[in-house]
């Protein structure tokens, strides 16, 4: 077959990656979280790890990009940068651990979205869920809430999303369980 028709072939593949995107673990991992994690294309932790056995454990099932959190010690520090910057099919992200409410960002963070201008802010911290495009700069805000058990969050949360051809689609809400360290227990041995 001539190149002309494999660059026609190629070029009209879509390309699409499947990414599960958890924070605020304080050192929790269970079979729930694993399971969606096997079936994402790339997993990102947007800090307050824990326990460096939660991202190792991630980084086993799938490519792992993770920034480190307020809680996290120097393992994790050394292991992970404080923010990650980085493009997946044609969208630039930003991920951090504190970021402030849409609109209220940190100094920092509003001195790093003015540097970057990326598509699509990640931040954890707050164990808040968000979804939120901020109109005034223009990006996507993402916040999944808190993976982990400890907190005052009521309920478990991730999101899961695809990146294709320059925009995120099938965003979905991934509720694990009430928060809590007997419950969660419970859970993992049932399900």
């Not at 010690?73 to 292991?79: D, E, P, T, Y």
């Amino acid at each position: 077959m001539p190149y002309i028709t494999w660059f026609k072939i190629l070029s009209n593949l879509k390309i699409m990656k499947k990414i599960l995107l958890l924070s605020d673990t304080h050192g929790h991992i269970d079979e729930r979280i694993l399971k969606y994690a096997q079936e994402a294309d790339e997993i990102w932790h947007a800090g307050d790890i824990g326990d460096l056995k939660v991202t190792d454990t991630l980084a086993q099932i799938k490519p792992l990009r993770s920034v480190y959190g307020n809680i996290d010690g120097s393992n994790a520090r050394v292991s992970f940068p404080e923010n990650n910057i980085f493009t997946v099919e044609g969208v630039k992200f930003l991920i951090t651990h504190i970021g402030g409410p849409t609109g209220k960002y940190t100094p920092r963070v509003r001195k790093l979205l003015d540097e970057i201008k990326p598509d699509v802010f990640i931040c954890g911290h707050s164990h808040i869920l968000k979804v939120m495009h901020n109109k005034t700069r223009n990006i996507m805000h993402l916040n999944p809430g808190a993976a982990g058990i400890h907190g005052f969050h009521k309920i478990r949360t991730m999101l899961r999303f695809e990146v294709a051809q320059g925009k995120l689609q099938n965003m979905e809400v991934v509720e694990l369980n009430l928060r809590g360290k007997n419950l969660a227990q419970t859970v993992q041995g049932t399900n």
